[in-house]
């Protein structure tokens, strides 16, 4: 998906709702952030039919039932969607560097070690060695 496609209002919205720790209706979307409940609807069932936001769960609102929306896309993976492989890996080194816990060095090592497992697993190489 390109995520920089997305209408200002959609970045609007979706930013709004990572501001958030709990799915929200519409219309409490709408009193909290201030914005048109017509235009909050129209760009909430946008992004959910992009896939961007989900229905998290539906409760009475009012008389009514009414959906709770929640992001189904992290910042994360909206940022590593617009960058290329060299970006990313650079990225990850300053991040690395920047850790002083001992244990999620520890957590990195053992993730490494089994992606890199994975990758030889059904190589011609690695089937010629074994």
Not at 67 to 84: D, H, W, Y
Not at 115 to 130: E, I
Request: with cysteine.
């Amino acid at each position: 998906m390109n995520y920089l496609s997305f209408s200002k209002k959609e970045w609007e919205v979706l930013v709004c709702f990572w501001a958030v720790d709990e799915p929200l209706c519409c219309t409490e979307f709408s009193e909290r952030f201030g914005l048109n409940r017509n235009t909050s609807l129209s760009v909430i069932r946008k992004l959910v039919n992009k896939g961007i936001l989900e229905i998290a769960s539906i409760k009475m609102s009012g008389s009514v039932l009414a959906r709770r929306f929640q992001p189904a896309v992290t910042e994360l993976e909206i940022l590593q969607s617009g960058l290329t492989e060299e970006q990313i890996f650079e990225l990850v080194k300053i991040a690395i560097k920047k850790i002083e816990d001992p244990e999620q060095l520890t957590q990195l090592r053992n993730v490494i070690g089994e992606l890199k497992n994975q990758s030889f697993v059904g190589h011609p190489v690695f089937f010629a060695v074994c």
